[in-house]
């Protein structure tokens, strides 16, 4: 879909959230976008820019072309994108910047994203942690074992 119409500035937020982040659980959405955030979600729904399925009890919003997906990959990095942008941080695909502007790479494994600052420190949020706390107390240093 090209450009988006909207009279709503939430709705326009949300639909740029999702075409950067990908599918995102609607929970994770209300936590960044409000209270108002399902029935802005049910009004893009009904002019045809995103879809809703539910899966594993998890209800995802996703562009209407979005194909696959893995579900706790993608609820992992939404929750990690709504945190950082929450901390006024910015997200953009495999990068991010922090509060301060420090970029960092960033890495899924399954229910964690790894990170890696600009000095080469290394972080890790877990998913249950995203869900419920805010981006800095979600940060823990990554311990490394040594391999033979």
């Not at 990095?77 to 922090?98: C, H, M, P, T």
């Not at 890696?116 to 249950?128: G, I, Q, Y």
């Not at 942690?129 to 040594?146: I, N, S, V």
Request: charged share 25%; glycine share 8%; hydrophobic share 35%.
């Amino acid at each position: 879909m090209g450009t988006v119409y909207s009279y709503s500035e939430r709705q326009f937020l949300i639909y740029s959230f999702i075409k950067r982040v990908g599918p995102s659980p609607e929970n994770c959405l209300e936590a960044l976008f409000g209270l108002q955030t399902a029935d802005a979600l049910y009004k893009l729904k009904q002019s045809g820019y995103l879809r809703f399925t539910k899966i594993r009890g998890i209800d995802f919003w996703l562009l209407p072309d979005n194909g696959y997906f893995d579900p706790l990959k993608q609820e992992t990095i939404a929750w990690f994108a709504v945190r950082l942008e929450q901390a006024e941080g910015k997200y953009d695909g495999e990068y991010g910047s922090s509060p301060k502007g420090n970029r960092f790479m960033f890495t899924y494994s399954p229910g964690q994203i790894h990170i890696t600052d600009e000095v080469n420190r290394k972080f890790v949020a877990r998913l249950e942690d995203l869900r419920r706390l805010p981006f800095k107390e979600c940060l823990k240093w990554e311990k490394h074992t040594k391999t033979p």
